[in-house]
T-cell receptor
Framework: AQSVTQLDSQVPVFEEAPVELRCNYS??????LFWYVQYPNQGLQLLLK??????LVKGINGFEAEFNKSQTSFHLRKPSVHISDTAEYFC?????????????FGAGTRLAVHP | EPEVTQTPSHQVTQMGQEVILRCVPI?????FYWYRQILGQKVEFLVS????????KSEIFDDQFSVERPDGSNFTLKIRSTKLEDSAMYFC????????????FGAGTRLSVL
C-alpha cells in the first residue's frame, strides 16, 4: 500500500529565510507526486507536481521540489519565504492505475512565517 | 480559469439527519472525487466516480454514503443519517482524464453535526 509521511507537523521560520518541508513516500510501483497548499479557510491549491522527466520541478509562488527516487522523497523548498506563505502544505501521491488516480495525502505541515 | 464549485460552504445539521453536499465539477472533466478532512487531520479519499458509477471507494465510504451525478453538471455526496464523527471538511475534485492530468479541488463544505 502507498503511504506519505510528512516529517514535520509545524515549521516556524522568519520572513526571508529559506525553508524546506520534508515528504517521504512508500510505494511498490511508480507514483506521481504533488504538493498542495491550503490557506486558512480555503480549499486545496496545487503548488507543483512531478509526473516524469526532470527531477527538479518548479511551481507557483517561487516553490520548487526535488524528486529523489532512491530516497523516496519529494521535499519542498523555497529560498526566501514571505508572510503570505503561511499555510498548511500537503504532500500527496497518486498511482496511475486504471485511470482513477485517487490521491493519498500526508498529514500536512503547517508553515508559520514570522516577521 | 474554470473552477470546481461547492455548496454550501458551511452546513450545520442535527445527528441522524440526511445531508446532501453539492459540487459542480469543471465542465469537460470526466473523473470526480470526494475527500474528507477531519479537523486537524489529513485529507482522506472517500470515493471516485467515472462514467456514472463508483470506480473506487475507501473503507470510510460505508452504506451511509452515496454519490450521484443527477444531471450533466452536479455531483453530489449524500450522508443518509449523519453522526457526530461525520463532522469534517468535505472536498470535491475533478479531473479531465487524459492520464497525466491533475485533480482540481473545490473550496470545500464544512459539515458540522450537532
Amino acid at each position: 500500500a502507498q503511504s506519505v509521511t510528512q516529517l514535520d507537523s509545524q515549521v516556524p521560520v522568519f520572513e526571508e529565510a529559506p525553508v524546506e518541508l520534508r515528504c517521504n513516500y512508500s510505494s511498490s510501483v511508480s507514483v506521481y507526486l504533488f504538493w498542495y497548499v491550503q490557506y486558512p479557510n480555503q480549499g486545496l491549491q496545487l503548488l507543483l507536481k512531478y509526473l516524469s522527466g526532470s527531477t527538479l520541478v518548479k511551481g507557483i509562488n517561487g516553490f520548487e521540489a526535488e524528486f529523489n527516487k532512491s530516497q523516496t522523497s519529494f521535499h519542498l523548498r523555497k529560498p526566501s519565504v514571505h508572510i503570505s506563505d503561511t499555510a498548511e502544505y500537503f504532500c500527496a501521491v497518486t498511482l496511475f492505475s486504471g485511470g482513477y488516480n485517487k490521491l493519498i495525502f500526508g498529514a500536512g505541515t503547517r508553515l508559520a512565517v514570522h516577521p | 480559469e474554470p473552477e470546481v464549485t461547492q455548496t454550501p460552504s458551511h452546513q450545520v445539521t442535527q445527528m441522524g439527519q440526511e445531508v446532501i453536499l453539492r459540487c459542480v465539477p469543471i465542465s469537460n472533466h470526466l473523473y470526480f472525487y470526494w475527500y474528507r478532512q477531519i479537523l486537524g487531520q489529513k485529507v482522506e479519499f472517500l470515493v471516485s466516480f467515472y462514467n456514472n458509477e463508483i470506480s473506487e471507494k475507501s473503507e470510510i465510504f460505508d452504506d451511509q454514503f452515496s454519490v450521484e451525478r443527477p444531471d450533466g453538471s452536479n455531483f453530489t455526496l449524500k450522508i443518509r443519517s449523519t453522526k457526530l464523527e461525520d463532522s469534517a471538511m468535505y472536498f470535491c475534485a475533478s479531473r479531465m482524464g487524459t492520464g497525466k492530468d491533475i485533480q482540481y479541488f473545490g473550496a470545500g463544505t464544512r459539515l458540522s453535526v450537532l
